[in-house]
């Protein structure tokens, strides 16, 4: 359920952190990953309570079959959820992960905007775009969702770490022909 927005205090942010990956995989794996960074949305409600919208693979995104592109987002009626989301918050306000935090709406605007959000990237994980580490991934669902919302983005965080920055997931994918030459659109 979208929270009910009638002050001014709405706030949509755009939070890049470095991403983490576990000691299990091998140093190559760890080391390339180190350097790429996660986007995630920020909504934090008129009462004050965070909420991420993010993507992510339904399977192990250094994997062989990594699986599609999802959509995580916080449940605001689910106190265990929002327990943790605040947990992570702190953590990331005080450093963690490289945090870097970028304003992106604030007032009566965000909510709408949140309220755009939510179902778009609903609606991008039915798609079942198959997830890659490089082009399709948690950053161009963020960006998608954003563009297909109206939000334009300029932000100081740059794209060169943010892998999938860019790559709407809601334009056709084209399907080629023999000689490698696009001819025929689908979704």
Known sequence: MTPNCKSQECKLELVSTQIQVDEEYPTLVRDLVAKVRHLALLFTDPYGVPQ?????????????????VIARITDPNDIDELDQVEY???K???????????TLIEGNLACDKWDCIVPKMKY?????KPYNLITSNSNSMVYTALKACGIA???SG????HFGW???LLKPRPIFDV??????YHA
């Open 179 to 184: 000689k490698c030459r696009p001819h025929v």
């Open 124 to 128: 991008i994980e039915t798609l079942e």
């Open 52 to 68: 991420f919208a993010e993507g992510f693979p339904s399977g192990d995104p250094y994997s062989l079959d990594p699986g599609t």
């Open 158 to 161: 740059g794209i060169n770490n």
């Open 153 to 155: 983005i300029s932000w």
């Open 92 to 102: 990331e306000r005080n450093g963690a992960f490289g945090a870097i935090f970028t």
């Open 166 to 168: 860019g790559n709407d």
């Open 88 to 90: 992570l918050l702190h």
